[in-house]
């Protein structure tokens, strides 16, 4: 089980965005993309059949998954995360802080 999913709330913890909170919007292997946060300047084509407007535009880039923790609405802090079994016998995740399943 992934600790870090799609639709997270999570906190970076390094790089030039340190202390930003922002959701995840999707998760490659080892890394994250958080919806406007770490920002590049990309140099993009024109398209005329396509409809696309040339120019310099920003974009996601991705993030490691070590420089992103997931957020605790509780405590407004970074948090780590934890995998147990609930009494029906599914998995859950869990702060390891305050103990409270993440939703």
């Known amino acids: 089980m992934q600790k870090i999913k799609q639709n997270d709330e999570v906190i970076i913890i390094a790089g030039k965005d ?3 909170i922002g959701t995840v919007t999707k998760v490659l292997d080892a890394k994250v993309l958080v919806e406007g946060l770490n920002l590049a300047k ?3 084509r024109a398209n005329p ?3 696309v407007a040339g120019g310099i535009v920003d974009t996601e880039m991705p993030l490691a998954i070590s420089n992103v923790a997931i957020y605790n609405p509780a405590t407004k802090k970074a948090d780590k995360v ?3 079994t609930n009494k029906d016998g599914n998995k859950e995740r869990f702060f390891k802080s305050n103990g409270d399943s993440i939703v």
């Open 18 to 20: 340190k202390g930003s």
């Open 42 to 44: 990309k140099h993009v």
């Open 49 to 51: 059949n396509a409809g």
């Open 82 to 84: 934890g995998v147990r």
